[in-house]
């Protein structure tokens, strides 16, 4: 069993950054593939970055390629998301996700566990 707890959130204005964090407890944590998802209000959820469990590759949508950035420092349990030049239309519940099992990153239904979410707000 994995438990995922995220924090970093908060209200921020376009253009600056904002890192999330996910602190995971619970066995082998570092062999767990992670990733980020997001929903905003209205939306479905939607897949954002993930990392492999070495950390050695990393994936990202399109939407958020070149401004974000995920990692993981295994030795504290914990992944992040820098994001960096934010916009309105990142504004949404971000939710950090593990899988135990591996399969097509960017599909939800590959991890089978989940934080309760940080919500991020971002005004003009």
């Known amino acids: 069993q994995v438990q995922l707890v995220e924090s970093g959130g908060g209200l921020v204005q376009a253009g600056v950054s904002l890192t999330l964090s996910c602190a995971a407890s619970?066995?082998?944590?570092?062999?767990?593939?992670m990733a980020w998802f997001r929903q905003a209000p209205g939306k479905e959820g939607e897949f954002v970055a993930a990392?492999?469990?070495?950390?050695?590759?990393?994936y990202y949508a399109d939407s958020v390629k070149g401004r974000f950035t995920i990692s993981r420092d295994n030795a504290k349990n914990t992944v992040y998301l820098q994001m960096n030049s934010l916009k309105p239309e990142d504004t949404a519940v971000y939710y950090c996700?593990?899988?135990?099992?591996?399969?097509?990153?960017?599909?939800?239904?590959?991890?089978?566990?989940w934080g309760q979410g940080t919500q991020v707000t971002v005004s003009l």
């Open positions: 996700a593990a899988t135990s099992v591996g399969g097509t990153y960017y599909a939800d239904t590959t991890y089978d566990y």
């Open positions: 619970g066995r082998t944590f570092s062999a767990y593939p």
């Open positions: 990392i492999r469990w070495s950390g050695g590759s990393t």
